[in-house]
């Protein structure tokens, strides 16, 4: 943890542990995990902008517990590459489960080599969209899945020498998703999703 700080990683929300999920859990215990999660980020002396609910999982109640709790963003809806305003006014920051380590190194398992292939196709993609607006690419790693020696090497290996780093002449950008919310709220961008009217108001 004091190694996250002094990158000055953002911590977000993520429940008290990855093995309860909020589905179908009471508003009073979510409310009362909401908070201690919270609580526990604050005691690191952060702000708990976002959250990322245990295995994607919300309930009824989520979005507007998590918006009493100050919170601006959340990440469970695996929609868009794009930031959308909910109508409750948090941010849907992208998340991914396309390029995320968790489902494709369980079983079955596909390759590191075919991780990375489809690391790079998202890359080109996204980077010609990004021509004519901003995109957001998650690519979501697990150290006790990517952390693997051999996975670890072929990755930080290939990516370190792909042309994909270099198409822009320079390193990507790298932001924490609380400033990606804050920028799009002040320039005023992203409207309230209709097909997330009935889940927040």
Request: aromatic letters at 8%; hydrophobic letters at 35%.
């Amino acid at each position: 943890m004091d190694a996250a700080i002094s990158l000055h990683w953002e911590f977000m929300g993520h429940g008290l542990t990855n093995s309860i999920t909020l589905r179908g859990m009471p508003r009073e215990q979510e409310a009362s995990v909401i908070a201690q999660t919270r609580g526990i980020i604050e005691g690191y002396g952060q702000k708990m902008y976002g959250w990322l609910g245990p295995s994607l999982a919300e309930t009824d109640d989520t979005l507007n517990l998590l918006r009493g709790e100050g919170a601006e963003y959340v990440a469970d809806w695996v929609n868009d590459d794009l930031p959308y305003r909910m109508s409750n006014g948090l941010y849907s920051i992208p998340y991914t489960l396309e390029l995320n380590d968790m489902p494709l190194f369980n079983m079955p398992s596909i390759a590191i080599e075919e991780f990375y292939r489809r690391t790079c196709e998202t890359i080109d993609v996204l980077y010609d969209e990004a021509a004519t607006s901003g995109r957001v690419m998650c690519i979501a790693l697990h150290p006790f899945l990517i952390g693997c020696r051999t996975a670890l090497d072929i990755w930080t290996r290939r990516c370190n020498t792909s042309r994909h780093t270099e198409r822009s002449g320079s390193p990507p950008a790298t932001r924490s998703s609380a400033p990606i919310a804050r920028r799009r709220r002040s320039n005023g961008i992203g409207k309230a999703s209709p097909q997330r009217r009935d889940r927040c108001c």
